[in-house]
């Protein structure tokens, strides 16, 4: 069988490494953390997980948060005008 996701709204912000304040701003009460690598780790329903510069922070469209590599986010999403 194949299947197609369905085409969901999800609101995302790009991890830089240097962007932390945007971040933090967008996830809320979320409260992620930054290590000396500049890898942020963010509580998410599957457990804590790390995301690195590049990666997109996705909320999903029950409110939970999750990071996404670069190139999967790109083969995945497309922008949207608001």
Request: aromatic share 14%; charged share 25%; proline share 7%.
């Amino acid at each position: 069988m194949k299947f197609v996701k369905k085409p969901i709204p999800i609101d995302a912000f790009q991890w830089t490494g240097h962007n932390f304040e945007q971040i933090a701003n967008f996830m809320e009460d979320n409260h992620p953390v930054v290590d000396g690598s500049n890898n942020l780790f963010i509580h998410t329903l599957e457990g804590e997980m790390k995301a690195i510069p590049g990666s997109w922070i996705i909320r999903g469209p029950k409110g939970e948060y999750y990071p996404c590599r670069e190139d999967i986010f790109e083969e995945t999403y497309m922008r949207i005008e608001d």
